[in-house]
């Protein structure tokens, strides 16, 4: 059964992309059907991927719209790797217009999950990168999502903003997705050097009643870098910290007990 996780965290530049993008082809790399889903206006998902995102037929907004179908703005091994099994829901600039075109719209939470209900089983995991906002682009991803992954920055606003997101999660799951959880909080850019890196992570553990990955992903210029050679980290410096640091969140993630039951 495929699992649709929403990478979400309205504070902006915290990992929500690189961890997309890594945790997808980590996941990928190890054996499992991965799609990556882009709904995020900025497109930085898409292109991470090597997709450029001003040249694309269709993508999710179109879909969105009734426009095409799922299956005509996919693209299957983005990064023709055949032996990487990830492919990739592109994104561009017109999904900003999605929070006021749809405003009227019945049912307008549901778009995303009326989606990727019919291929959701098609795949492993789904990985959803959402928007830096709690607006409708993020209300959709958790409609659709069994999970929420939450990328918190190793710096010093680390909890701000996390009870709202919280909040925000348990409202969707009181009024829109019964069956959602949250599937963790994964800390990123941690920088052993600094004692602030250790007293954000320190700091996180002892107020936040949420499950914690043990792997945390440091910062690493290699993983700064890759999405301007449109590769993800495994690809692109397979050696690097970052890489082994998506490799073990992608392992966490596999066997996170969430799913134990399933
Ligand atoms: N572990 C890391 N080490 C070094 N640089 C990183 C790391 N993670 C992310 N970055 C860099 O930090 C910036 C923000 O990361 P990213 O785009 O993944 O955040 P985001 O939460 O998706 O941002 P937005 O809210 O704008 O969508 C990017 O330039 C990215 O390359
Ligand atoms: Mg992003």
Redesign the pocket.
Known sequence: MGRIIAVA?Q???????????NLAACLAEKGKKVLAVDM?P?G?LTSGLGVDKNALPYTIYEAMCGNCNIGECMIVHPLGDHKLNLSLIPAGRDLAGAEVDFIDVDKRQYILKELLSPIKDKYDFIIV?C??ALGMLTVNSMTAADTVLV?IQCEFFALDGLTQLIYTINLIKKKLNKALEIEGVVF???DARTNLSLEVVENVKNNLDQFIYKSI?????R??EA?SFGLPINLYDSRSS?AQ?YRELAEEVINNKLYSGV
């Open positions: 965290n504070k902006g530049g915290v990992g929500k992309t690189t961890t997309s993008i995020d900025q930085n990168d928007p830096p990328p990123t850019m941690f992903i440091p910062r690493n210029v993983l700064a999405p970052g640091g």
